[in-house]
């Protein structure tokens, strides 16, 4: 049922409901002549309880029948992603991407027109062909990264910063450059840096700073080793502590 049409029903419903409202005071007062303060706050409270009787058999009229018509709704998507996941799974060019339009529950054609077109422009790289099965589970790496992550001796953050992200590269950590900054100086690190170890270990000059974004409603927020006088920051992760404390403790 479309969202106007319950509105129209809840209307329909609700309207003689609230009507009822005004019976107290019609029929004691109109009809029986009922009248004084007593009888008048006695048509105030039961006009009061039969009106908000009314709004709550509306609300829950309204709520069911939307509720209903979501799970007609659900099933009517569900019914069309299977229907689309076969129609993909027939289809010999790009059957291949069925797997992962199933995983995210959904079959958008351009979409995977463009996963097709990525994944195809890996293969053709003989030096970037590794990474095309990556696309297929959904990892689809940029070129100014996979040439990152091919160049060990490869460094994007600046002078500053470099002895870090060199140490965090020699010692196997993942960095990657953030997509869509080819060229940037940023790197974002898997581990989790001890800012006081690296600052002490790395010798880093006062510039440079903890910077901490708070997290937002649809930002989980950012912790980075940010040099302020080039603009260049390591991007905290959430892996293994680095420097390892045993590794802090040889340095000293």
């Known amino acids: 049922m479309p969202r106007w049409l319950i509105a129209v029903v809840s209307t329909v419903v609700?309207?003689?409901?609230?009507?009822?409202?005004?019976?107290?005071?019609?029929?004691?007062?109109?009809?029986?002549?009922?009248?004084?303060?007593?009888?008048?706050?006695?048509?105030?409270?039961?006009?009061?309880?039969?009106?908000?009787?009314?709004?709550?058999?509306?609300?829950k009229v309204e709520t069911a029948l939307l509720r209903r018509a979501d799970a007609a709704q659900q099933a009517r998507a569900r019914l069309r992603l299977v229907d689309d996941l076969a129609t993909l799974r027939n289809d010999a060019r790009l059957a291949h991407w069925a797997p992962l339009a199933e995983r995210y529950r959904r079959v958008d054609h351009d979409l995977i027109e463009q996963w097709e077109a990525r994944f195809q422009a890996l293969r053709?790289?003989?030096?970037?062909?590794?990474?095309?099965?990556?696309?297929?589970?959904?990892?689809?790496?940029?070129?100014?990264?996979?040439?990152?992550?091919?160049?060990?001796?490869?460094?994007?953050?600046?002078?500053?910063?470099?002895?870090?992200?060199?140490a965090l590269r020699d010692a196997g950590i993942q960095c990657t450059p953030p997509e869509g900054t080819a060229g940037a100086p940023f790197v974002g690190t898997s581990a989790t840096l001890d800012e006081p170890k690296l600052?002490?270990?790395?010798?880093?000059?006062?510039?440079?700073?903890?910077?901490?974004?708070?997290?937002?409603?649809?930002?989980?927020?950012?912790?980075?080793?940010?040099?302020?006088?080039?603009?260049?920051?390591?991007?905290?992760?959430?892996?293994?502590?680095?420097?390892?404390?045993?590794?802090?403790?040889?340095?000293?």
């Open 14 to 59: 609700g309207l003689p409901l609230l009507a009822t409202a005004g019976l107290p005071f019609y029929l004691g007062h109109g009809l029986l002549d009922l009248r004084g303060p007593v009888w008048e706050w006695a048509y105030a409270l039961s006009t009061f309880v039969l009106l908000v009787t009314a709004i709550v058999v509306i609300m």
């Open 124 to 166: 053709a790289d003989p030096s970037r062909r590794p990474f095309a099965e990556h696309a297929l589970h959904g990892d689809f790496p940029e070129d100014h990264q996979i040439d990152y992550w091919q160049d060990p001796e490869a460094r994007r953050t600046c002078e500053h910063l470099r002895p870090v992200e060199g």
């Open 199 to 252: 600052r002490q270990r790395f010798a880093l000059p006062d510039f440079v700073e903890w910077r901490v974004e708070s997290p937002e409603p649809h930002d989980p927020g950012t912790e980075r080793l940010l040099c302020t006088a080039c603009t260049s920051w390591l991007e905290n992760g959430r892996g293994p502590l680095f420097p390892r404390p045993d590794q802090a403790s040889a340095a000293l």
